[in-house]
């Protein structure tokens, strides 16, 4: 659906919009023309989905429309942009840490590859943008800098035959920033000339993103969104910018069809609603939502505010009419539709060499092997709550942090069945292969180990009090509201062992002296290095104790932990012996 902003408008929500304040006179003498495309939260979906989570999406009228996938976006960019002189192409952010295997085997090359070809101009960062540091998004996705084994952890042979250069396109956002910090790390804006008409595009990061889950950067800040936006369009207007775009990676929602707009709300609306009358549009992404929405700004004028799925489900497509004289955008005029991005167009040639390329690419890398086993490492848990996988991985962490400069853990935990939400525990190793060929018996493929732990967290190394590691252990039974006991163990490092009395009320099971740290009873009163994923620090596992850890140090990802874990020699399947359940004598 297609709207344009007129002088009066009433949102979804039931909020009268005031009318526009009269258009500068000049603009109706031959306005410049800006067509905006924007995509967001792709996430490396470079390959056309079947399901219907990650494939469809419904029209307006409730039918299923089968859309996504890079050779599509492109053949629909290029059909959106013709007969258009002046063009710009964008993303809303969370392109990189793709969750497709032939992206993210390959340190989300694949994505850069796409967009590059895709002709995409700009992306502000999104949250997964620093699912690994800053360093990586600027260095190696930006400037195109290799780490590690070139071929092997980065500058792959992409789909033309050339090693990895990096984004053609430019990387922004004004409010990441170093820790205390004010000064962006990344330019805070792009300014883009049409027929001399300067458009300014502030771009602008969720807040959430330095202490989200995979994205925890314990170096970094995030500034606030209406007080940074605020700063920078005022920037703008000084340099002589009057058409401002705010691209902004946080979400909301608008209902439920992709181009229309019903009950808005969450944090970009708010947004929207405060920020300043100076910011002619807002393009969101983050919660990947669909909605095409007009809300008034602290003005009282009409300001397109849209976000445009995910996973390359559907373009944004927004038309200004920028009045010469004055260069400023005239509201009243400008459009906005959000497209699906259908499969019932040719696809482009370019892009399926490209995904099918990916695609054996990935399948070469999955089949690398990275390590070997001599015996099963399963999720089967004993009677305790302990299992060869669950302690393996605990052990993982802790070599982690000792490879960390600060890290340096005194022990390490693991959710192996956690209270709430995911568990980073996802397969089992089996030491016998059958007569797959080159898998053989103990060998453990770049595949198995990905498939096995994680799901792109990092290992923090946090320092914690005594007495929260005992509640730790504690929560490992928490009372459920029909009143049963949830038991949601917790694995540790091989260098600590523990007992329990489950015959003790809930709360009541663990006493320090019984847990044993390097052969030492846990003083309640001292402090601990302790080596966790990021997700159960933060509580998303369910397990409290940790709020107010401090000092934290990021480690590697949960993936490249494992992998580095497996490649230290043949890994045995460690005795079940960390916890030990007394007898109810005691």
């Not at 890398?365 to 302690?391: C, F, H, K, W, Y």
């Amino acid at each position: 659906m297609r709207f344009p902003l007129r002088s009066t408008l009433t949102v979804a929500a039931g909020v009268a919009v005031a009318s526009l304040s009269a258009i500068p006179a000049g603009a109706t003498s031959s306005p410049v023309d800006v067509q905006l495309l924007s995509i967001t939260d792709f996430h490396g979906y470079i390959t056309p989905q079947n399901d219907a989570g990650n494939g469809t999406i419904k029209d307006p009228q409730g039918n299923t429309l089968v859309v996504g996938g890079a050779p599509y976006i492109v053949t629909h960019l290029n059909n959106l942009r013709a007969g258009h002189r002046n063009t710009i192409t964008f993303s809303a952010g969370d392109n990189f840490s793709g969750w497709p295997t032939e992206v993210a085997y390959h340190a989300d090359e694949p994505t850069i590859e796409f967009m590059n070809r895709a002709g995409i101009d700009f992306t502000t960062v999104g949250n997964h943008e620093l699912d690994r540091s800053l360093e990586f998004l600027r260095d190696h996705m930006g400037r195109g800098e290799c780490f590690g084994e070139v071929g092997v952890d980065s500058c792959f042979t992409d789909s033309s035959g050339k090693k990895f250069k990096g984004a053609d396109f430019a990387i922004s956002t004004a409010n990441i920033t170093s820790k205390g910090s004010t000064s962006p790390l990344l330019p805070p804006y792009v300014i883009r000339r049409f027929n001399g008409v300067p458009v300014g595009f502030i771009n602008l990061t969720t807040p959430t993103t330095v202490e989200g889950s995979t994205s925890y950067q314990p170096s970094l800040d995030n500034l606030p969104l209406v007080e940074t936006a605020n700063r920078y369009a005022a920037e703008l207007k000084r340099k002589g910018v009057q058409a401002i775009v705010a691209n902004v990676h946080e979400g909301g929602t608008a209902g439920d069809v992709y181009d229309r707009c019903t009950d808005p709300r969450g944090p970009v609306v708010d947004f929207a609603k405060e920020a300043t009358p100076d910011i002619d549009v807002i393009v969101t992404g983050h919660w990947h939502a669909y909605f095409n929405c007009s809300i008034p700004d602290p003005a009282g004028n009409p300001r397109p505010v849209v976000e445009a799925g995910y996973h390359g489900k559907l373009i944004n497509e927004i038309n200004l009419k920028i009045d010469r004289s004055t260069g400023d955008v005239i509201r009243s005029a400008t459009t906005s539709v959000n497209h699906p991005v259908t499969r019932d167009v040719t696809p482009d040639s370019e892009m399926v060499k490209l995904v099918d390329y990916w695609k054996a690419k990935g399948a070469e890398t999955s089949a690398q092997p990275v390590g070997t086993i001599t015996g099963d490492l399963t999720r089967t848990r004993d009677a305790d709550g302990e299992s060869t996988l669950g302690n393996v991985v605990a052990d993982a962490e802790y070599a982690d942090s000792q490879r960390t400069p600060g890290g340096g853990a005194d022990l390490a935990m693991v959710a192996v069945a956690p209270v709430k939400g995911s568990n980073s525990l996802r397969g089992d190793l089996k030491f016998a292969k059958g007569t797959t060929p080159g898998d053989s018996d103990g060998a453990v493929l770049f595949g198995e180990a990905w498939n096995t732990w994680g799901y792109a967290n990092p290992v923090l190394t946090v320092t914690v009090k005594g007495s929260q590691l005992e509640q730790a252990l504690e929560q490992q039974w928490q009372t459920q509201p029909d009143g049963s006991v949830k038991f949601a163990p917790l694995a540790v490092s091989k260098n600590v062992k523990f007992s329990y009395d489950a015959g003790k009320p809930v709360g009541d099971r663990i006493k320090p002296k019984q847990v044993l740290i390097d052969g030492r009873p846990l003083d309640t009163g001292k402090t601990y290095r302790l080596a966790a994923l990021a997700y159960t620090l933060i509580g998303a596992d369910g397990y409290a104790a940790f709020a107010g850890y401090t000092d934290a140090v990021r480690g590697n990802r949960d993936y490249e932990a494992f992998r580095e874990y497996l490649r230290q020699g043949p890994v045995t399947p460690p005795t079940l012996d960390r916890a030990t359940a007394l007898p109810a004598a005691q």
